[in-house]
């Protein structure tokens, strides 16, 4: 199609005021969400528009029709199908009552009048783009909530997290169609992304991976538009745990993979070595577990991002958290003696940070990994002694991490040479009772799909 004609999907976006792409695309977003809801497909929710896209769909630089989700999302925004929005507005469409002015040939050659209107009329439209702007303060405000929620996430109650990063991402869907600003536009984005991820963990903390894998998802559907690659890569990372917890230790790999292509800091390689080791332990390869946990520590931490490193909190990856991860793969491969070192060394190096930095999740996670080493090695008492801190969180503290390696824990007690100790039946009592309340039962009775 000549560049100069206008599609019908630019005239009717005009229209609605929302023909630039920051305006277009959260009532894309919006129309997709509504559509899965209404037909209970939960891969339309997470449709997406990239701006190139767009501006071959506004420009009908197009052959065929759309994806077919997008054809049910533009017919849903337009009550007209894709074919027909994608076409010459000035030709009359099949389908509609609307009559068309019939496209006149340019002059050949254009007037200074010609010159000046069309001048004009940029002048009014870039004054009206300017005026269609955020304070700055607003933006300034929605950076700060989802960065203290990230750098705080260690002290506060997982449902808590999540309610209050969903209310961010929610700010941020109502001031997307109040600025034209690429640069707001791409600062929301990037905010909502985040929020996103926060959700995510929480969720997991929860005990829903299946909401955690959506809202991974929805953090990548941010991220990518605006080409964030920290927030990309974390997401990653995040999809390679969840595809872990869920016995699916290859697709975990996989994961990996694809994330380590665009990490930009050390930190953020440290954390996707540590999870390949940990699905490579899964899988029963020790070479790769030591091949990957060697990458993790010699991951130059000096290389930074604005995630990982500053932001951090629940985005970051200190030593401490390397080294319970690294427990945790010995611990798969049934080396307690290394599964003991490695999680040992992260509660010391805990123990060293000022208390409103340490975190209970990791050092309980730690803890029951150092039981688990303790009990390959038939040390039943130290195993006791490591869960005597586990023993003593609150129910709130009880996220489900550390409850799959409690669940674990139990296992090991009931298998030889254990079975008949009376220690190992005593330790296995206080598990189950330690099981009745954790962070996954504070929810309501929906249980963890009040997270989806």
């Known amino acids: 199609m000549d560049g100069r004609t206008e599609t019908l999907l630019r005239r009717m976006a005009r229209e609605k005021d929302i023909e630039s792409f920051s305006s277009f695309r959260p009532v894309y977003e919006r129309t997709a969400r509504d559509l899965s809801e209404q037909d209970n497909d939960p891969d339309m929710g997470r449709a997406t ?30 009550g007209r199908p894709a074919r027909e929005l994608l076409q ?19 002059p050949p050659n254009i007037t200074e009048d ?48 999540f309610r209050a990063a969903r209310a961010v991402r929610e700010k941020v869907e109502r001031h997307m169609p109040l600025t034209h600003r690429p640069d707001q536009g791409t600062e929301l984005y990037v905010i909502a992304g985040q ?24 953090a990548l559907s941010y991220a990518r538009p605006v080409d964030h690659h920290p927030l990309m890569a974390w997401s990653g990372g995040n999809l390679a745990l969840l595809s872990y917890w869920g016995n699916r230790p290859a697709e975990a790999v996989g994961h990996v993979r694809a994330a380590q292509e665009i990490a930009t800091s050390g930190t953020c390689q440290a954390r996707l070595h540590s999870i390949a080791a940990r699905a490579y332990a899964y899988l029963g390869d020790s070479e790769a577990t030591m091949r990957e946990l060697a990458g993790a520590e010699q991951s130059d931490r000096d290389h930074r991002d604005e995630l990982h490193d ?9 030593p401490e958290r390397a080294a319970m991860s690294a427990g945790t793969s010995w611990v798969i491969l049934a080396d307690g003696a290394r599964a003991v070192r490695c ?8 123990q060293d940070l000022p208390t409103q930095k340490r975190s209970l999740k990791v050092g309980a996670e730690a803890a029951a990994d150092l039981a688990l080493g303790h009990l390959l090695g038939h040390d039943l008492e130290a195993a006791e002694q490591a869960l005597e801190a586990v023993f003593r969180l609150d129910p709130e503290q009880r996220v489900d991490g550390l409850m799959l390696r409690m669940v674990g824990v139990r296992s090991q007690l009931l298998a030889a040479p254990y079975r008949r100790a009376r220690l190992a039946s005593e330790l296995g009592e206080r598990i189950e009772e330690f099981s009745l309340s954790s962070a996954r039962t504070l929810l309501p009775t929906a249980g963890p799909q009040a997270l989806t």
């Open 310 to 318: 500053d932001i951090g909190g629940e985005f970051g990856f200190p």
């Open 88 to 106: 010459p507005a000035t030709a009359p469409a099949a389908s509609t009552a609307l009559v068309y002015i019939a496209q006149q040939p340019l």
């Open 114 to 161: 010609e010159l000046l209107m069309s001048a004009n009329d940029a002048a009014s439209h870039a004054g009206d783009a300017a005026s269609r702007a955020l304070s700055p303060a607003v933006i300034d405000l929605l950076r700060n909530e989802v960065v203290t929620l990230a750098q705080k996430y260690h002290l506060k109650r997982s449902d808590d997290v």
């Open 343 to 350: 999680s040992t060394e992260a509660i010391a190096l805990l």
């Open 49 to 78: 528009l990239s701006q190139r896209q767009y501006m071959r769909w506004l420009k009908g630089q197009v052959t065929g029709d759309p994806h077919p989700d997008a054809c049910r999302i533009l017919r849903a925004m337009f």
């Open 195 to 218: 929020s996103c991820a926060l959700m995510a963990s929480a969720a997991f903390d929860l005990g829903s991976q299946e909401a955690a894998r959506a809202l991974t998802y929805a």
